[in-house]
């Protein structure tokens, strides 16, 4: 399918937070292992009533700067967020209202963690094929902050706050070239937040913090994630996803320009790499500067990877996220 992503930009908030501040505020923490674990040496968190949506119209706001584009160019809004501002309505109409969108400009929103992207990409493509819209606004943003426990080290230390705009139209010279999406459901109480739905909703009980055997401390209003868990499953899964997604297009590893992973941790990458026996100067990581930052990883990755000229127009991409569901996606495209 023709996809062109014209323009990425993306916005941190605040000013990067490092570790030997989260070691200042948590002696206890032993941050030698945290960083050899995760990769992470800084990460941005969102302030006191900041949220995905303010960190996705900054993001915009850079876009439109550039005169790459302007609002009124705009046929369509899909946003990625798992911390959305209300529970209805969507953040998308947000950025509609903000940018005093016209009516026939579609919003909505969708709700995936670290796939988000890979997903994202392939709704796109789909609508712009059909001749459904043109030059759509795909926003992946989210404050995981706000479901994180002070006390709970494996999440406080790897994930950061952040939002990103990609602009994605039918130009002549990308391609979405294919793309796996997989889930398996009854995993989903790997990762997931317990309360704050309608099966559960917040009370004085969901609130109550309790201390795992590993020292973490978190309530069920806050993020769980089975860290063993979740990385055994990345490695049974992802490997065999790429190497389908290569051989159904008659591709190899060889044939791929560079490779670039959802930047879930260091240890996850590298057990990647492994796994797929790729060549690390093909594989383009930046965790250690963001953090994990969920659906808007790759999109950070693959901005920072174009201004710093390690990828360029024409490039064959393969492009994998996985997390929440759980769900793994990865798509191959011509840049």
């Known amino acids: 399918m023709n996809l062109t992503i014209e323009a990425i930009e993306y916005y941190l908030p605040g000013a990067p937070v490092t570790n030997a501040e989260m070691a200042s505020e948590n002696p206890e923490w032993d941050m030698a292992k945290v960083e050899s674990k995760t990769g992470v ?21 850079k876009l439109f700067a550039s005169n790459k584009v ?41 709700n995936l963690a670290c796939s988000g992207y890979v997903y994202g990409l392939a709704i796109a493509a789909s609508m712009l094929n059909t001749g459904l819209s043109k030059n759509i606004l795909l926003i992946n943003g989210d ?5 994180i426990n002070p006390g709970d080290r494996s999440t406080k230390s790897l994930f950061g706050d952040a939002a990103t705009v990609s602009l994605l139209g039918v130009g002549p ?12 459901g009854k995993d989903y109480k790997s990762f997931y937040v317990p309360a704050g739905g309608c099966r559960i909703p917040f009370s004085q009980q969901t609130a109550e913090e ?12 806050d993020i769980y994630m089975n860290g063993f868990g979740v990385w055994k499953f990345i490695g049974e899964t992802v490997p065999a996803q790429i190497k389908e997604l290569l051989k159904r297009n008659d591709l190899s ?9 959802h930047q879930a941790s260091k240890l996850t990458l590298d057990s ?3 796994a797929l026996k790729l060549d690390k100067e093909k594989v383009y990581m930046n965790m250690d500067k963001v953090g994990n930052t969920v659906s808007a990883s790759i999109p950070i990755a693959l901005k920072d990877a174009w201004d710093e000229g390690k990828i360029k127009r024409g490039d064959r991409i393969l492009l994998s996220g996985f997390g929440v569901g759980l769900s793994w996606a990865s798509a191959i495209i011509k840049f």
């Open 41 to 61: 040496y800084t990460r941005y968190i969102a302030s006191q009533g900041e949220t995905a949506f303010d960190l996705g119209i900054k993001a915009c706001e």
């Open 70 to 110: 302007t609002p009124g160019d705009i046929g369509g809004i899909i946003f990625c967020t798992q911390s959305p501002d209300y529970i209805m309505p969507s953040n998308a109409f947000l950025v509609h209202e903000h940018f005093s969108m016209p009516s026939n400009v579609f919003a909505f929103d969708y």
């Open 143 to 147: 404050t995981y902050s706000r479901f």
């Open 173 to 184: 010279s990308g391609e979405l070239i294919d793309v796996i999406l997989q889930s398996s």
């Open 210 to 221: 309790e201390k795992d055997e590993s020292g973490n401390i978190r309530s069920l209003n």
């Open 253 to 261: 590893k060889d044939d791929i320009d560079c490779f670039i992973f």
């Open 272 to 274: 990647l790499l492994n």
